[in-house]
């Protein structure tokens, strides 16, 4: 008897909770279907002229001091606007979720938003990011063309490019002569003279991967118009064909369906595979490790031309922020020349600017200067929308499933469109 | 005693119970709270997310779909996959944690010149993170630089170029060994402590009447022991079915290892999916329940049998 009143108790009060957040949590109040491009908050240069007031920037973890330096010469220059840096954890996954929470919380402590290149249509789509189409427009001829395109959803820039990050082949100059101009031929090359390495293990990494062979073999992931999948395409079955091949030859070992950046990149120094796909951090450790290696921009595939897939970060202003004027200030300072070229000599974070890659100290700091301006002078963002997670793991469940466990190719590859278009159905 | 001396003497009884009553609500009337907040508040609000979608296109929308997420659910093929991947590597992790518990716990319960050494080496396993154990098993069995295959390469024995995470079944059998490794300790403590309250006398009745070692064990040992068992069971069971950190260090969920835990994590973190994911959590937390409610009515029985019994 007890027991049952107890649990109609605990039923009640259940009741009694959910229906308490209802009111608060459910909040589907509004009937705006309104996608990319509704609150109509736009940021215009002229605001960060007189700006003045605090500003937060909230970005990942500060492990090589430069994010604070910067922030000290903004505020050495007593515009008028004091910045405050606030660290977030150093995992992305983490990063996402304490600003995500603080957006859907509506908290107006995060200014500047530091995102993942990946989150930026998410964030815009949610309605978290201000329209700063004016202010990239009043600066678009510094910045790198192909970083600016990790930025824009319907035609408007949501978030101003920060860092970049793009691909590169590593080889082994002890055991490969000359550097292959095709995927073709770095596979022949890895089948007789020691292998090749990239990022093979179930996770975004091979997305990226993935993509970089897809997108220079003129495949696509999205229609145009964003609206459906294209991915099962003879450009994209071909592909996964030679990377299967790749790994029945021998060419790339059998391990790499483990391999992250840090697992590649020690097969690579430990001579496990003689060529790597992977990004610049690996020069200084490689070098380090006193490997004989020289490095290239990723080659094309077949006739096509070649692709590499851009990381980084952008800084988005909140539409939550209190003062967008002076947050721009400061991303109009973040991004310029002298704080880009301390970004890229003290953490290795490469400029989105071109004229950074034409300075002396960082040639002289960072050997690959040249060679990664034109590797991220060809790079291509990832597929741009607001359920990219989704969609990276139909790519990557998928073309793992072909790799690893003998899936065909085209079967692999419908699988991955279709979940592709649910994901795209997503409500 | 008459009647009407009871009542009289009943009268101030039934008033201090009352207020004693009272008394007792008051004071636990706190920690309700904190249960209510901590505790219900979240698990209702689990619930009430499991039965909404919440866009990712549209800002700030959501719609009810009732019972929808759990459709979806358990009609879709990964979510039968999670579940069956968790069964197994509960069923077979379980099973050897108690042998190797069991034969860890009579040992310890031998009298023997160092056993207070054992026992404290013993739990070294259990002490140590999950995700720092889960972080060493990956590196030892690392295909290339692995300590695995360095030692299977050097004694000429089959298999020392095993991609051990990088393979269905391989991926499984690492993961249970190290879930096992870790906690078999934690097993053999719960049964040594139900060894230690079995009565020396029985032993030596047993012996006096020509019982062996072997039937000593299976007619005294483990009829005894049985309580300690189903409550060491338990504990591991709902632990083994939640599990996460062991797959999530190991291989993202790659090769067969994406166990529900892991699944709900994929759609609620990654995909922001949080009807969906919510439904997912809702429906792990239903059969960890379930299981557990097996168990309980297992054990009250055993329990209420032995009572009997005795």
């Known amino acids: 008897m007890n027991k049952k009143l107890a649990s109609a108790g605990a039923i009640l009060a259940c009741a009694a909770i959910a229906a308490g957040c209802g009111s608060s949590g459910g909040g589907s109040t509004g009937n ?8 109509g908050k736009t940021v215009t240069p002229d605001m960060a002229k007189n700006a003045k007031g605090n500003v937060t920037w909230c970005i990942g973890k500060d492990t090589t001091g430069a994010f604070s330096q910067v922030v000290k010469l903004y505020n050495n220059q007593n515009s008028g606007v004091h910045v405050k840096l606030l660290e977030l954890p150093t995992s992305a996954d983490q990063q996402h979720s304490q600003l995500t929470q603080r957006e859907q919380a509506k908290s107006s402590e995060c200014d500047i938003l530091g995102m993942d290149v990946i989150w930026t249509a998410e964030f815009a789509a949610q309605g978290w990011l201000r329209d700063v189409t004016p202010a990239i427009n009043a600066r678009k001829s510094e910045f790198i063309p192909a970083t600016l395109g990790t930025a824009q959803i319907n035609g ?4 101003v490019p920060f860092n970049t990050n793009a691909g590169f082949l590593y080889y082994n100059t002890s055991k490969v002569k000359k550097a292959p101009t095709t995927w073709q031929e770095a596979y022949q090359m890895a089948k007789t003279d020691g292998g090749l390495g990239y990022q093979g293990a179930r996770y975004e990494g091979l997305t990226v991967n993935f993509l970089e062979l897809l997108y220079s073999n003129g495949g696509k992931v999205l229609s145009d118009d964003g609206k459906k999948a294209e991915i099962d395409s003879p450009q994209a079955q071909q592909v996964l064909s030679f ?36 990004w610049p951090y690996v020069y200084a450790l490689a070098k380090q490790a006193g490997v004989k290696f020289d490095l290239v921009p990723l080659p094309k595939f077949g006739n096509g031309q070649p692709a590499s897939i851009l990381g980084g970060y952008n800084l988005g202003i909140s539409t939550y922020s209190k003062n967008p004027g002076g947050a721009l200030s400061f991303i109009n300072f973040a991004t310029g020349p002298a704080a ?6 003290k953490s290795s974070l490469p400029a989105v600017i071109t004229q950074t890659y034409n300075d002396p100290a960082v040639k002289k700091a ?36 072909a790799l690893s466990s003998g899936t065909s190719p085209k079967s692999a590859l419908s699988k991955a ?11 | 005693m008459s009647a009407a001396q009871a009542t009289v003497a009943a009268r101030p009884r039934r008033r201090s119970e009352v207020s004693e009553r009272r008394l007792a609500a008051y004071l636990v009337s706190p920690s309700l709270i904190v249960i209510a907040i901590v505790a219900a508040y979240p698990i209702c609000y689990a619930i009430w997310l499991s039965l909404h979608q919440y866009s990712l296109i549209h800002p700030g929308l959501s719609r009810w779909v009732g019972l929808g997420n759990y459709r979806d659910a358990v009609t879709s093929s990964e979510f039968w996959s999670a579940t069956k991947i968790t069964f197994i590597f509960t069923v077979i992790s379980v099973f050897l944690e108690l042998v190797i518990g069991l034969g860890m716990a009579l040992l310890m319960h031998a009298a023997f010149r160092g056993r207070a050494v054992l026992r404290a080496v013993v739990l070294v396993p259990w002490a140590v993170l999950t995700v720092g154990t889960a972080m060493m098993w990956k590196t030892i069995f690392d295909a290339d630089l692995g300590f695995a295959n360095q030692v299977l390469q050097a004694l000429h024995l089959p298999g020392g170029h095993t991609v051990w995470l990088g393979q269905n079944g391989y991926a499984m059998a ?34 006096v009447d020509g019982a062996t070692a072997w039937q000593r064990f299976t007619t005294i040992t483990l009829p005894l ?54 439904a997912l959590a809702v429906l792990t937390f239903v059969i960890v329940m379930a299981v557990s409610f097996l168990y309980i009515r297992l054990v009250g029985g055993n329990i209420r049998a032995l009572a009997d019994e005795t």
């Open chain 1, 156 to 159: 408007k820039y949501w978030a």
């Open chain 1, 417 to 427: 469109q279709s979940q592709i278009n649910k994901a795209l159905n997503t409500f």
């Open chain 2, 225 to 278: 022991l049985r309580p300690a068992i189903l409550v060491a069971l338990i504990f591991r069971t709902l632990d083994a079915l939640r599990i996460f950190d062991l797959p999530f260090v190991l291989t993202q969920g790659s090769n067969g290892t994406t166990t529900l835990s892991l699944y709900a994590y994929q759609q609620l973190t990654q995909n922001r999916l949080i009807g969906p994911g919510s």
């Open chain 1, 366 to 401: 960072q050997p690959f200067a040249p060679e990664l301006l034109k590797a991220v002078q060809q790079g291509k963002p990832r597929p741009v929308s607001p359920v990219y997670p989704q969609i990276s793991q139909a790519i990557y469940n998928n073309v793992y499933s």
């Open chain 2, 174 to 207: 690492v993961m249970i060994f190290a879930d096992v490794w870790k906690t078999a300790p934690f097993m053999a403590l719960l049964l040594l402590a139900g060894l230690q309250v079995i009565p020396d006398d029985v032993y030596e009745a047993a012996k």
């Open chain 1, 340 to 345: 880009q070229k301390k970004f890229f000599i």
């Open chain 1, 32 to 39: 705006t279907v309104a996608g990319v491009g509704s609150n």
């Open chain 1, 243 to 278: 990377m299967q091949q790749g790994l029945k030859d021998g060419a790339v070992p059998k391990s790499n369906s483990t391999w992250m950046e840090e697992e590649s990149r020690n097969a690579f120094q430990n001579g496990k595979v003689a060529l790597l796909r992977n």
